[in-house]
């Protein structure tokens, strides 16, 4: 049986490494969204090499960083960062490049210069797929995590495997049933999140 301070202790050690991968993965996918608008060659370059990741089986990601970085928390974040990038990356450039052409007119007809078109046009009309590839990529890096406890992470994956390991029902679902909380909670919280930013958001 798992005690109650091992599960919290492990869960939050999966919230740090999830939110904290998460976190780089949108840093560096918005930008690199908003640069492949101006190139088409670092758009061709981005999209496959985020393909080419994404089609590399998940634990294959993992195990690879062990050679490469070696193992715990720095090998994880960046096993994780690497498939959490596509979903954000692509949604947030097609969101941000399916804009309706007149609205671009109109924004430089009034005087809005680039900054200011990208800051109140493109990127508040991307929300909904930019959301929405975050949202994903969320879910999928909780799930990620949980993978790479195998490379001495830690946090939630320690206790599944145990549970695995030693064929335990109970040390299983302690460790599968917050992992399960934490994607709803993922999806929720950018759900809420989107609702704030999004300017005349109306819930479906």
Known sequence: MVGLE??????????????????????ISIPLAFASLYSRKLEFVVMKF?????????????AIMVPL???????AVVAIMLRALLPIVKNTYIG???IDPSLIDYA????????????????????????AGIKFAGILANSIAVLTAFIGSG???????QGLIGYNT?????????????????D??????????????RKV
């Open 69 to 75: 970085l070696g193992i715990g928390f720095t090998p």
């Open 6 to 27: 091992t599960i919290l202790e492990a869960t939050w050690e999966h919230i740090i490494l999830v939110y904290i991968t998460l976190s780089i993965s949108i840093a």
């Open 108 to 131: 430089q007809g009034v005087g809005l210069n680039q900054w200011q078109i990208h800051r109140y046009i493109r990127l508040p009309n991307a929300y909904p797929a930019m959301f």
């Open 188 to 201: 929720r919280s950018f759900s809420a999140l989107e609702k704030m930013v999004t300017p005349g958001y």
């Open 155 to 161: 946090g939630l994956g320690e206790i599944i495997f």
């Open 170 to 186: 109970s040390t299983l679902l302690a460790g599968a049933i917050p992992a399960i909380m934490l994607a709803i909670l993922i």
């Open 50 to 62: 985020a393909n080419l990741v994404q089609a590399v089986p998940s634990f294959a990601v993992v």
């Open 96 to 98: 941000l490049k399916n």
